[in-house]
């Protein structure tokens, strides 16, 4: 009884400055951020869940400091749950799936956290190690691991609880910080472009007043509207083409603020109206999707 008290009152002690960083987060725009399990090469978010309980605990207390310190976050294991009732989670790999999981999960922000224990005679102590990414690009964005105090418990989410009110306020200003500033520089979004199946066009087709191949139109038009010039182009095949990263701008002409619905709208225009093809568009998360039907 006496250890448990002396645990919950120490505890408490380290919940000093969290009115400061309420403050902090009321004067700047959050990202919306999903918290998932780090995961090594060649296991599955699926494998996680269903067998990793520490990392499923150590998922759940970042997630709540997040929503104690007022950032909107995206559940994890629910996108993951609905994933798996899709009929595409049967059709495609485990890599795959974890893979679009992130990229369409509407973050702005993921947080990966790993587990780390440590017991001993003189009591138990847990890491935790968290790292941020941008969704879109993949690029990191801050880290932080600290180690709780120790304890005489084997209360795995009460460790982990400890760890976070010390190193949650510090890790947070890091993503604010680098999130603002790649806010203020406009957001980053991926383009897929492919051939519908039916379509008698291919990247190579020759289109417009100038009859230049479609893959090199595309490439000029995301040059010229991407902010700054600023893309990347990861493959182009005949059937698609990815931009992986294109920097679009923080706020259109009449200063309101750019989405990746008006770029996903921009270049559908472009191609119905100036190029002349018919197209679909679908967005997920930070991710834009053209499909190419004529």
């Known amino acids: 009884m006496f250890l448990l008290s002396a645990f919950v009152s120490k505890a408490d002690s380290y919940s000093v400055g969290d009115s400061y960083t309420m403050e902090v987060v009321d004067e700047m725009q959050l990202p919306t951020i999903m918290v998932i399990p780090y995961k090594k090469s060649g296991e599955s978010y699926k494998d996680i869940l269903q067998n990793d309980f520490d990392k499923r605990i150590a998922v759940a207390a970042v997630q709540e400091g997040f929503n104690q310190r007022g950032v909107t976050t995206i559940d994890f294991e629910a996108k993951m749950n609905a994933a798996m009732r899709s009929a595409n989670f049967e059709m495609n790999d485990a890599q795959t799936v974890d893979k679009q999981l992130i990229r369409n999960s509407g973050s702005d922000i993921y947080v990966s956290v790993d587990i780390k224990k440590d017991f001993a005679a003189n009591g138990n102590r847990v890491s935790l190690i968290l790292k941020a990414y941008e969704t879109a690009s993949g690029n990191i964005i801050a880290s932080k691991q600290t180690w709780s105090p120790r304890f005489r418990t084997s209360a795995i989410d009460k460790l982990a609880s400890l760890s976070i009110k010390i190193m949650l306020d510090d890790f947070l200003a890091q993503v604010n910080t680098n999130f603002q500033k790649k806010a203020s520089s406009g957001n980053t979004i991926v383009l897929n472009v492919s051939i519908a199946s039916d379509s008698m066009t291919d990247m190579d087709t020759e289109l417009g007043n ?85």
């Open 210 to 294: 100038d009859m230049i191949p479609l893959s090199d139109l595309l490439r000029l038009w995301v040059k010229k509207n991407a902010f700054k010039g600023k893309y990347h182009v990861q493959g182009s095949v005949a059937e698609a083409v990815i931009f992986d990263q294109i920097q679009v701008p923080p706020k259109d002409e009449n200063g309101n603020p750019f989405s990746v619905s008006d770029f996903a709208f921009n270049l559908w225009d472009y191609l119905r109206s100036d190029v002349g093809i018919a197209v679909k568009k679908r967005v997920d998360g930070n991710t834009v999707y053209i499909t190419i039907q004529e």
